[in-house]
């Protein structure tokens, strides 16, 4: 019998490597020496309490923002040496997106697409497929400025996947959903690691990392915490432990 070797990680290297991230607001270390790897192929939840840095560690990740030190590796690329191979690779939904009140459903997607130069006619089919699946498709040409919180988060997600990034980070995506929609945004994210790709989202909503998210890691005051699988965070706490319990403990030490 062979021994099941991890992967290679000159092959397959991990999504995303944080080494010894810092960003400081006025003096204030928001994100504090953060240490950080994220697998590809899986979904990772970014936990922490109000204020840890979660939004900040990600605004870097995704270029938004420029840390003060430390490294972000995106498969294997230097995201601060080479930040166009890199944002090639990811997109970011924000917690409250931006979209353009005048253009309809349709017209934002081609938009989006056409920033990402993807062909008009694999963005038309793609839109029309994110549209239908999100329960969207009788909105295709209704301009965004009529579109609910829900409508338009969900609208949001489908211009974040349009370009089919390798990597997804979403911050609270589930906030303003509706339990139907928020239940396709789930599943949607759940098949979209099934194709290999690799998904890292926060939440609030601790059910919600624990049921979905392959691995999770807990920051508090810029700093990694606990991380790993929900039967690592658990082990050594008793039977029954919940990921509420283990979050309380590390969250408020
Ligand atoms: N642009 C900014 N200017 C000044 N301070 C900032 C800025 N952005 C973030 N901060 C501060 O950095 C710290 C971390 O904030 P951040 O938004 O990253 O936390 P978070 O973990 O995402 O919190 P939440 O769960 O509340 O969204 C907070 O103290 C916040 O006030």
Redo the contacts with the bound molecule.
Sequence with gaps: MHAILPPDPAVYPPALVISGLVKS??G?R?VDGLDLVVPAGEIYALL??????????LRMVTGLARPDAGSIRLFGVDALADPIAAKQMLAWLPDEPLLYDKLTAAEYLAFIAGLWRVPADVAAARADRLLARLGLADKRDARCEGFSRGMKQKLALAGALIHEPRLLILDEPLTGLDAAAARVVKDMLIEFVGTGATVII?T?ILEVAERMAARIGI?RA?RLVAEGTMAELAAGRGAGTTLEDVFLELAAA
Aim: proline content about 6%; aromatic content about 6%; cysteine-free.
């Design positions: 607001f006025a204030m928001a922490g309490p109000n204020g840890a840095g979660k939004t900040t560690t926060t609030h920051i810029g």
